[in-house]
């Protein structure tokens, strides 16, 4: 059984920095890309980062690129997201997500609460 456990999140003042986790188990990762995801307040969830468990390759939204940066540990089985230069709109729930290549299979974590404030 999968299990995506996020953890990191909580409450920053803009400007500021946190780095979430992704604790993830149940299977061997190597062909899942796992990405995060965030969902804020009346709106939909959107794309944040992805990255390949094997091989490392890494996929961000283009508005996030330069803040924001994936990587994984393969020993840990943990996928880091280091969010800085916090703004008031990354406020939200983010999500983790695990998605098995070249099929619609995926899972997802019960996310953890993001909020910056002014």
């Known amino acids: 059984q999968v299990q995506l456990v996020e953890s990191g999140g909580g409450l920053v003042q803009a400007g500021g920095s946190l780095r979430l986790s992704c604790a993830a188990s149940?299977?061997?990762?190597?062909?899942?890309?796992m990405g995060w995801f965030r969902q804020a307040p009346g709106k939909e969830r959107e794309f944040v980062a992805a990255i390949r468990w094997s091989g490392g390759s890494t996929n961000y939204a283009d508005s996030l690129k330069g803040r924001f940066t994936i990587s994984r540990d393969n020993a840990k089985n943990t996928v880091y997201l280091q969010m800085n230069s916090l703004k008031p709109q990354d406020t939200g729930v983010y999500y983790c997500n695990a998605r098995l290549l070249g099929t619609p299979s995926e899972y997802w974590g019960q996310g953890t609460q993001v909020t910056v404030s002014l």
């Open positions: 149940g299977r061997t990762f190597t062909n899942y890309v």
